[in-house]
Nanobody, 122 residues
Framework: QVQLVESGGGLVQPGGSLRLSCAAS????????IGWFRQAPGKEREGVSCLTSSDGSTIYADSVKGRFTISRDNAKNTVYLQMNSLKPEDTAVYYC???????????????WGQGTQVTVSS
C-alpha cells in the first residue's frame, strides 16, 4: 500500500525554476527520511537532497546547494523540492523515495516513485 507519486516536472529554460512534489500514501512521513534522486540517460542514479522527517534535518548534494530546497507539509503528507537557477546539467528524471537513514545513497531507500521528467533547455 506504500505509494509515492512525483509531479511537477516539465520543460524549463536555464535559470528558471520548478517545484516538484512527492505525495505519499500508505504511510505518514514522520517515521522516514525522504530523498530526492535523479537519473540522466546513461548515468547512474544520484542523490540530490534528503529530509529526515523526525527532526527536519536536510542534506544536499554539492551540485545543488544554494539552488534547491527540500521541504515538507505533514498535513498533506507531501515533500517538495524547490529548484531554482536550473542548469542544463539538472536535466534528468527525478524520483522521490523513502528510507530509514539520512543519506543520499540510493541503496538506503526502500520505496520509490515512478519519477517525473525535468528538462532544462533553451
Amino acid at each position: 500500500q506504500v505509494q509515492l507519486v512525483e509531479s511537477g516536472g516539465g520543460l524549463v529554460q536555464p535559470g528558471g525554476s520548478l517545484r516538484l512534489s512527492c505525495a505519499a500514501s500508505g504511510f505518514t512521513l514522520d517515521y522516514y527520511a525522504i530523498g530526492w534522486f535523479r537519473q540522466a540517460p546513461g548515468k547512474e542514479r544520484e542523490g540530490v537532497s534528503c529530509l529526515t522527517s523526525s527532526d527536519g534535518s536536510t542534506i544536499y548534494a554539492d551540485s545543488v546547494k544554494g539552488r534547491f530546497t527540500i521541504s515538507r507539509d505533514n498535513a498533506k503528507n507531501t515533500v517538495y523540492l524547490q529548484m531554482n537557477s536550473l542548469k542544463p546539467e539538472d536535466t534528468a528524471v527525478y524520483y522521490c523515495a523513502s528510507g530509514y537513514g539520512s543519506t543520499l545513497l540510493p541503496s538506503w531507500y526502500d520505496y520509490w516513485g515512478q519519477g517525473t521528467q525535468v528538462t532544462v533547455s533553451s
